[in-house]
């Protein structure tokens, strides 16, 4: 099709250059004759306007299109759109179904649109009804005005985000938003219900469930009713990394029972602690004493103060303590009062007129009887950055924010260690485990970017592969061998057309990555949702009026083709004909 179309811009120079080749052969021809045997300027004449004429009839004929393909309006049917929706047949408009949408009467049905668009090369306007354009026609459709009309969504998830893998000891977050429905819920691969939200008018949800064993786990969106009638579920496929060794320095400005418990923690999860105690008048306990150097700093992956050791720094610690942070180390510091340096820091911690006690939010019935613990009257201001825990008022209890390569956390609760007396360990670890992975120091190389939602029977790409990438699929022992398209250039990009949905692998070179691929009817609210809002960014970049390139001929083509002809014959026998040659005179 671009082929096509250059020829058709080159046309006009192409027909100027054939013409003028052609009188420049003619009047060359002229010279060579003796003066007495050239013809009649008035058939020279004739000949060089006669080719003019024929050229201007065969442009005219190429560039003109049937008067049937006069088409300026197309409306596209696509998925979901409202049996209610009736053609109103008018001058200039089409009526057409995409292969998604429900079969109508009087409608035909196209394989696409860019089919459409070379059958109807002076439609400017696409009238989309529905559900949207797939991304099959979404590049055909650039260039031209589009008018968008989205159908009703049907109640269901419409979104979800969630990353792709975690260490084992982190926490799952998944945000999303819904389409209808009371409460929508995070279940853990054993289908225990980890976390739950009852959903407000814009149906925006933010969950978090622990990853505990490494490998590839499988949670569970499940978005319920007023009556706890199950509405809609969705999977949520996330690979759990196996935990690296990770060493935490703790410096406390005091005795704190915390210590105990976050000992225990540390053993469970395979980490280091390294913690000492100021008893004040130059005397420590705990372990050996350590200097807050930038060698020190270097080998730390968490550094855990609280308020009285962080503000006992002084100014210039302080920044040394920043700079290991912006090289990767991750900061946590322990709250009872406000922090110095909140500029430096990026929040601020500042007092507050808030409850001293809370309980934290209740997820399952067992929740309910959890002891309630203690927090300082301190506010956390953290613009530019996340929260991890709030307690079940809304305020945040522990956030981070970002600070160069590394990251910034603050913690307020005082006795979270009351969670494991009361015989809640578990819960005591899963949130010193959610903050100290928020903010531990990236060691591991990321893992490959894969698609997020992939689907049976329906192209998907991958790019940055090598020459001998290859995926194996489900009951399939044979590897197949992805193609790399050589026209991604350096991205190196790949298509795949999954044929059964379950787990599968992308091998490339001495990488291996799993990825889900989805049954080919899942999904449906959230697919349509994607769909409609792709279609929306494409309506609001489209131009807002792209005239034809080419006025509506006057004459139909037949009557072109015709005239063409006669020009032409008449040409040729013109030509031909001894008509304005030169008698030569017979001597005797």
């Not at 003109?64 to 759109?81: E, S, V």
Request: hydrophobic letters at 45%; proline letters at 7%; aromatic letters at 4%.
């Amino acid at each position: 099709m671009i082929a096509i179309e250059s020829v058709m811009q080159a046309l006009p120079w192409l027909l100027a250059i054939s013409v003028l080749l052609a009188s420049l052969r003619l009047l060359l021809a002229l010279r060579h004759l003796p003066a007495d045997a050239r013809p009649r300027a008035s058939r020279t004449a004739l000949l060089l306007l006669g080719q003019c004429a024929s050229m201007a009839l065969l442009f005219l004929l190429l560039r003109t299109t049937d008067p049937g393909d006069n088409i300026h309006t197309l409306h596209l049917l696509t998925a979901h759109a409202p049996d209610a929706e009736t053609p109103m047949p008018r001058a200039g408009e089409l009526w057409l179904r995409m292969p998604e949408a429900a079969s109508r009467k009087s409608i035909d049905t196209t394989p696409d649109l860019a089919t459409v668009l070379r059958q109807h090369p002076q439609a400017h306007t696409l009238h989309i009804i529905g559900d949207g354009l797939e991304t099959r026609d979404r590049d055909a459709a650039s260039g031209i005005e589009i008018r968008f009309e989205p159908a009703p969504l049907a109640t269901g998830i419409r979104d979800w985000w969630a990353p792709q893998s975690v260490q084992s000891g982190d926490a799952v977050h998944v945000r999303g938003s819904a389409q209808g429905g009371a409460r929508i819920e995070l279940l853990d691969p054993s289908g225990t219900r980890a976390d739950q939200q009852a959903l407000q008018g814009d149906g925006v949800f933010s969950l978090q469930s622990p990853a505990r064993s490494s490998g590839l786990a499988m949670y569970q969106l499940r978005l319920r009713d007023a009556d706890n009638k199950t509405i809609a579920t969705t999977i949520v496929p996330v690979q759990v990394l196996p935990t690296l060794p990770t060493h935490l320095l703790l410096r406390s400005g005091g005795p704190d029972p915390e210590l105990k418990f976050l000992r225990r923690w540390a053993t469970d999860n395979g980490a280091t602690l390294q913690a000492t105690i100021d008893l004040g008048a130059g005397m420590q306990a705990g372990d050996p004493s350590f200097a807050l150097d930038t060698r020190t700093l270097a080998d730390t992956d968490v550094l855990i103060l609280d308020d009285r050791s962080w503000n006992g720094l002084g100014h210039a610690r302080r920044t040394n303590v920043l700079d290991a942070v912006s090289n990767g180390m991750g900061l946590l510091l322990r709250s009872s009062a406000p922090l110095a340096d909140g500029d430096a820091l990026g929040l601020q911690v500042q007092a507050a007129s808030l409850p001293t006690s809370f309980k934290l939010p209740v997820v399952d019935a067992n929740d309910s009887t959890l002891p309630a613990l203690t927090r300082p009257q301190l506010r956390i201001d953290n613009p530019s950055g996340q929260t991890v825990l709030r307690d079940d008022r809304g305020n945040p209890l522990v956030a981070w924010r970002a600070h160069g390569r590394g990251r910034i956390g603050v913690w307020l609760p005082t006795d979270s260690y009351r969670l494991a007396l009361a015989g809640r360990a578990d819960l005591h670890a899963r949130l010193w485990a959610d903050a100290i992975n928020a903010v531990t120091r990236p060691r591991a190389a990321a893992p490959r970017d894969m698609p997020g939602l992939v689907y049976a029977g329906e192209r998907t790409q991958f790019c940055r592969l090598g020459d001998a990438a290859r995926i194996l699929q489900p009951g399939d022992a044979t590897p197949l061998r992805l193609v790399i398209d050589p026209r991604s250039g350096d991205k190196h990009c790949a298509a795949f057309w999954p044929r059964r949905a379950g787990w599968h692998q992308l091998v490339d070179g001495t990488s291996d990555t799993a990825f889900l691929v989805r049954a080919q009817g899942a999904d449906q609210v959230l697919r349509a949702a994607r769909t409609q809002q792709a279609t929306a960014v494409l309506a609001d970049h489209a131009p807002t009026l792209v005239k034809p390139a080419v006025a509506a001929p006057t004459l139909p083509r037949w009557a072109l083709f015709l005239l063409w002809l006669a020009v032409t014959s008449a040409l040729w026998w013109f030509e031909r004909s001894r008509l304005g040659r030169v008698r030569t005179t017979t001597p005797g």
